[in-house]
């Protein structure tokens, strides 16, 4: 059921409740894909526990699902570069002087290239055709995107933002909606690190200082706010 485009909810949230305007706020879901969370993907061969993003797979699918039956807007990132890698800094190739890197044959495809199935979005998720698909290829959604200008075509003023990881594409997506007058939304048991201390600390840097960044709550108060 669509909401009609007047009404305003209120979510639980710190540092203070978080308003917002259904009509005007998108789900921007970033990075959800096959190669940073399943077993045997880029993000596990170089170390990490996965099991640290997978949890958020499900609270995302439950949101995602409470969103569409509203009939709000969904937008899909995926980080990841052109085939030919020409949009790819020579910095951050080399960057962590990993053995495979970024463009090299990696467990599902080449690692982080558009059109390879690691670079997708995982099945459980899976965007409608009707959602756009962000493709990224920094660590914010903003940078070198029409995401901006996609948003302000659709009337968008706030967003839930969540996916992975919490301190690196999601906390530099959320710093850069805020410098764009976009308030955010995140909601902590649909965002995930590697690393634990990082998704606590994440998560306080956006909220601390009265909310310098946005707002945190979780899936079940957005979704039942939502009715
Ligand atoms: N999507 C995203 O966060 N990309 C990363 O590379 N994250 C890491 O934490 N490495």
Redesign the pocket.
């Known amino acids: 059921m669509t909401m009609p485009a007047s009404a305003t909810l209120s979510v639980a949230a710190e540092p203070y409740p978080f308003e917002f305007a259904p009509a005007t706020c998108a789900l921007l879901i970033?990075?959800m894909?096959r190669d940073?969370l399943e077993p045997g993907g880029f993000?596990e061969m170089?170390g990490?526990d996965v099991s640290q993003l997978r949890r958020t797979i499900e609270p995302n699918r439950k949101l995602l699902a409470a969103w569409r039956a509203k009939g709000l807007a969904v937008l899909h990132?995926r980080?990841g570069h052109r085939p030919d890698l020409t949009d790819l800094p020579p910095a951050k190739k080399v960057r962590g002087r990993s053995k495979t890197c970024i463009g090299d044959a990696g467990p599902m495809g080449r690692i982080?290239v558009r059109g390879e199935a690691g670079h997708d979005i995982i099945p459980e998720l899976y965007p409608l055709p009707t959602e756009p698909v962000i493709d990224k290829p920094g660590?914010g959604a903003f940078f070198a995107t029409d995401l901006h200008a996609i948003l302000q075509n659709l009337g968008i003023k706030q967003l839930v933002v969540t996916?992975?990881?919490?301190?690196?594409?999601?906390n530099?997506t959320v710093r850069e909606a805020n410098d764009r007058g976009y308030d955010c939304l995140v909601p902590e048991d649909c965002v995930g690190?590697?690393?634990p201390e990082?998704q606590m600390m994440g998560l306080k840097m956006i909220k601390a200082q009265g909310g310098i960044f946005g707002w945190v709550s979780d899936s079940g108060k957005i979704i039942a706010a939502l009715g």
């Open positions: 970033i990075d894909q940073f993000g170089l990490n990132t980080e982080l660590k996916g992975v990881t919490t301190e690196v594409c999601v530099t690190s590697y690393f990082f």
